[in-house]
């Protein structure tokens, strides 16, 4: 099957610091790919849709200044938290549509566990 | 909001049972899929069902889909203690492309 993956795989940082996540589609290409953000025993909420080539459709209630997502390429697209608060710290996690399939089946990446002191 | 919604959230078995998880969702659908998440971990796909599919079967999981409820019911046959995860279920957010979306879950044990 079709391999996401992620990195870093957690990083804690100090407030007010910026933090990159990446996540890239191993072998094959995605034109859309998905941002969710998970904390402890609650369910994936999406935070923005990412289109290669275009700005981020983000969820309403998501800042976009604060989450940039950069999706320049068909494999990679990244998450950049911009002046974390411990409030951001959480599990990030994206997902990729294989665009040669034909039912919307999605790839998830392992995640980012996020921890901001 | 939330278009799936697990039940139980959480379920706790012997090993060699079956465990029986439900969905249920609000608006039409395309298809529905069930995921799965380890601790700390990604999703892994685990089936999709079409909405003009009844069952479908995959291993030891079986998967039915009742349009007419809007529910459907993922069952992991004779489970063991590796099936220890969180299950969810997905819908496709009507209007547009299609874009998952997912309920709480439901935390299964499976004791040894």
């Known amino acids: 099957g079709a391999v996401v993956s992620q990195h870093p795989s957690w990083v804690i940082c100090k407030s007010g610091t910026s933090v990159k996540i990446e996540c890239r589609s191993l072998d094959f290409q995605a034109t859309t790919m998905f941002w969710y953000r998970q904390f402890p025993k609650q369910s994936l909420m999406l935070m923005a849709t990412s289109n290669e080539g275009s700005k981020a459709t983000y969820e309403q209630g998501v800042e976009k200044d604060k989450f940039l997502i950069n999706h320049a390429s068909l494999t990679l697209s990244t998450l950049t938290v911009t002046s974390a608060h411990p409030e951001d710290s959480s599990f990030y996690i994206c997902s990729a549509r294989d665009t040669r399939r034909s039912y919307n089946e999605q790839f998830f990446g392992p995640g980012t566990r996020l921890t901001v002191l | 909001s939330q278009q799936g919604e697990e039940d139980p959230q959480a379920l706790s078995i012997q090993e060699g049972e079956n465990a029986t998880m439900n969905c249920s969702y609000k608006t039409s659908i395309n298809n529905l899929q069930w995921y799965r998440q380890n601790s700390g971990r990604g999703l892994v796909h685990l089936i999709l069902?079409?909405?003009?599919?009844r069952e479908k079967h995959s291993g030891r999981l079986r998967v039915t889909l009742d349009t007419s409820k809007k529910s459907s019911s993922l069952l992991i046959t004779a489970s063991r203690a590796a099936d220890t995860a969180s299950y969810f279920c997905a819908t496709g957010r009507t209007g547009g492309s299609y874009i998952p979306t997912f309920g709480r879950g439901t935390s299964l044990i499976v004791h040894p």
């Open positions: 069902i079409r909405s003009n599919e």
